[in-house]
């Protein structure tokens, strides 16, 4: 939906700002771990994969797959933040696995802002997806990740309601421009 971009365009507006892909790290670490104990221990752990939903970047998460996925992910959110305010450095953590109404209870003490990125037209999907790469696998998946992605604005919306903290941003015909526009708009009004 744009993280990449909005996160870099974010960072050539405000210098102070960093990029933590610790998200996209930790995944992989989880996913290799897999790998070496299916290598290890064979069909003996099968029942945990299962019930951890960390698969290879073939498998197409589901909202509840996923939100269960951040819980496993959530103390290492919460160590990555506080490393990066003690020493005070303003962190854009991009990822597609944060899901808010899991994490909400960080940002509500730790002056974090979540931005939801999410598109309204299944073919602005698969157009977005095409240009990236072509040949991705994802394109036959379009209907199942517009479902999810509907599914993350939903529950997204519903925590906006509760927290100021959180922002939905409908990009689907929004240039990077007018992206920026919004969330920059957004963290000024957070501001005491």
Sequence with gaps: MGKTTISYELLKKYNKFRIIEETDLIREILRGYNEHLKKEFGNQVDFLFEKIYITDHTKLLTFEEAKFQCKIMKQSFEQIIARQQRKGISTIINGVHIIPEVLSDIAEKNNVIFVNLYVTDEHEIYERIFKR????????????????????????????????????????????????????????????
């Design 133 to 192: 790469d072509s040949t991705s696998y994802m394109l036959e998946h379009i209907p199942f990740i517009f479902h999810t992605n509907t599914e993350q604005y939903l529950s997204t919306k519903r925590i906006s309601l509760e927290f100021r903290n959180v922002i939905n941003v409908d990009v689907t015909r929004l240039s990077v421009e007018n992206t920026m526009n919004q969330i920059i708009e957004h963290i000024k009004n957070m501001s005491p």
